[in-house]
């Protein structure tokens, strides 16, 4: 599926090097005054264009310009809500389908190239099509609104990048990704996420686990490989007695009304200069994806409120 949340529901759609990628939000309440400024700011940190090192080429020269279509009316200080369906695009302004030619007939290890045409049996070899991590621009825009819901009640979403490879000192994240990006290689990262001000309460005890919720909406961004929160998986090789008070803000399923941590990892770019890949490609994910975690954390807590 496509669309993700029920009562907040955000539908994605589009291809990497199609006309445009777009998405629809249903369940936005009426009289909302957009906020555009936080719109672009995030959309500028998931392009990585304030990075000196890690963004593609693409994602730097895209200008992410949103087009309302509908669900919106525009006053003097900018689009505010009508209660109905939001839509939007962002047109591809910088598609080259020509530079993915040699993709027609040959798959690229680590991509979603082969699964696609195994399960649809046809697929858009452009730059990986709906595969590509140009889809989550949309995902972006949505979340913005989420966050904006969840501001009234009190509640705000910090993600932030911990880690890239083995390296944990924030000062030497470039100097590593730099290093990579030289020896046209690619390497990890961890992203970790914090909530405050969410009430206890939020989640299900049984299928529905606020953490579950948590995971399944993280784990849909590209190239994320785990999630865990709390003690996570450092904490097995502790005893009870040092973590156990360690809840990472749910317990049971249910939010406790404290902060809730937890983290995620992104794997290396498997398309790489090294590996004989041509294209345009991303030294490490993960410095793009601490808004696309952001903005997926508050479609879910927004859908679950």
């Known amino acids: 599926m496509n669309t993700f949340g029920n009562k907040f529901s955000f539908t994605s759609f589009g291809e990497s090097h199609g006309r445009a990628i777009g ?27 304030n990075n000196k090192v890690g963004a593609s080429a693409r994602a730097v020269r895209e200008p992410d310009e949103v087009e309302w279509l509908s669900g919106v009316i525009e006053k003097d200080n900018g689009p505010v809500t ?32 082969k699964t696609y045409e195994q399960k649809y049996g046809i697929r858009d070899w ?34 932030e990048l911990v880690q890239v490879g083995a390296e ?16 046209g290689d690619s390497i990890g990262g961890i992203v970790a996420c914090t909530i405050r001000g969410l009430k206890a309460g939020a989640g299900e005890p049984i299928f529905n686990k606020l953490q579950a919720e948590l995971a399944f909406a993280v784990m ?15 904490g097995v090789t502790e005893p009870g007695s040092k973590i156990n008070h360690i809840s ?37 994910v993960a410095t793009r994806a601490v808004p696309i975690v952001e ?7 927004q859908n679950l409120l």
Request: aromatic share 6%.
């Open 23 to 49: 998405g629809v939000l249903d369940g936005v309440p009426s009289g909302l005054s957009i906020d555009i400024e936080l719109i672009r700011t995030e959309l500028e940190r998931r392009a990585g264009r």
């Open 248 to 284: 990472g803000g749910i317990a049971g399923g249910i939010s406790d009304g404290t902060d809730i941590h937890f983290r995620c990892v992104f794997k290396p770019t498997p398309s790489t200069l090294k590996a004989g890949v041509k294209g345009r490609h991303d030294a490490c």
């Open 168 to 183: 944990t000192d924030p000062t030497k994240f470039a100097e590593t990704i730099a290093r990579y990006q030289q020896e």
């Open 82 to 113: 009508l209660g109905t369906p939001i839509a939007f695009i962002i047109r591809n302004a910088d598609a080259r389908p020509e530079d993915y030619e040699w993709l027609k007939h040959t798959y690229r290890v680590g991509h979603a190239d």
């Open 220 to 234: 849909s961004i590209n190239a994320c490989k785990g999630f865990e929160y709390g003690a996570g998986f450092e």
């Open 295 to 301: 903005a997926m954390t508050a479609l879910c807590l």
């Open 126 to 159: 452009r730059g990986g099509g709906r595969a590509s991590a140009r889809e989550t621009a949309g995902r972006v825009v949505a979340g913005c609104i989420a966050k904006q819901l969840l501001r009234l009640r009190g509640i705000s979403i910090h993600a």
